[in-house]
């Protein structure tokens, strides 16, 4: 374990002790591949050349859905409506694998509000209102993911990663409502933001393990989380190899 690692679960077990975090465990062992500059966690046996991917949340940093790409060789469609990723996707060569859609995902079809952050340098746009927000915020268009799947003609997800700053809950809350199931799920959470606190990550995570998920990996900060639908593992179970076979 890196040094770096070990003083962040430290850390995190000190904001347990005092209830400023989450306690959680792995649920799942099972063989990871860790994609991308913040190591999002992913289920390698469980994605292929034929996987549908969704990444929630780009910012100006692609290089989770780079590797993705270049290790399963499969399509994945990004999403973010801030202004700082749009021209960012403008004029960087992304591979054709790479599919980039200028809108957020939510829990609506519509406009919602988005909110700059405080630094001017940084991507961290949020359609939740922060403390300390910038005050200039202005409307951008979400799409709700049944929506984007019925328009891709999708019938399913392989793979959904959110990273949207606080608005994780809302689409949590709607697929579960919808009884979309993505094989996997990878999202940040963001309790530590005062406007939503622990008791939103608990809801999310009570919502998701409800639905059939188990954790199988939280980064040692305690905000990522990686899930695995028991749908897959049964299937494993079972002798079926979703990914390879399509389904």
Request: glycine share 8%; with cysteine; hydrophobic share 40%.
């Amino acid at each position: 374990m890196r040094f770096k690692d070990a003083r962040r679960r430290v850390e995190r077990f000190a904001k347990q002790i005092s209830g400023r975090d989450v306690w959680n465990w792995r649920q799942i062992k099972t063989e990871i591949f860790l994609a991308g500059k913040e190591h999002y966690a992913v289920c390698s046996e469980y994605l292929s050349s034929r996987s549908i991917v969704y990444s929630a949340g780009i910012g100006d940093d692609i290089s989770f859905d780079l590797d993705i790409i270049r290790t399963f060789g499969c399509l994945v469609y990004g999403f973010d409506p801030s202004p700082a990723s749009i021209a960012w996707i403008e004029k960087y060569k992304i591979p054709v694998e790479f599919r980039f859609f200028p809108y957020g995902i939510s829990d609506h079809d519509g406009a919602m509000l988005l909110y700059p952050p405080e630094n001017p340098r940084s991507t961290s746009f949020s359609l939740i209102v922060r403390a300390g927000a910038s005050a200039d915020a202005f409307e951008v268009q979400v799409r709700r993911i049944s929506s984007i799947m019925k328009e891709f003609g999708h019938s399913h997800i392989d793979l959904l990663k959110l990273d949207i700053e606080g608005g994780e809950y809302a689409v949590i809350m709607d697929i579960v409502e919808t009884d979309i199931r993505p094989g996997q799920i990878v999202v940040e959470f963001h309790h530590r933001f005062p406007e939503i606190g622990i008791s939103g990550t608990k809801h999310a995570l009570k919502l998701l393990k409800s639905s059939g998920y188990k954790i199988v990996h939280i980064d040692p900060r305690g905000y990522v989380y990686s899930f695995i639908h028991r749908g897959l593992l049964l299937a494993r179970k079972q002798g079926v190899v979703i990914a390879r076979s399509g389904l």
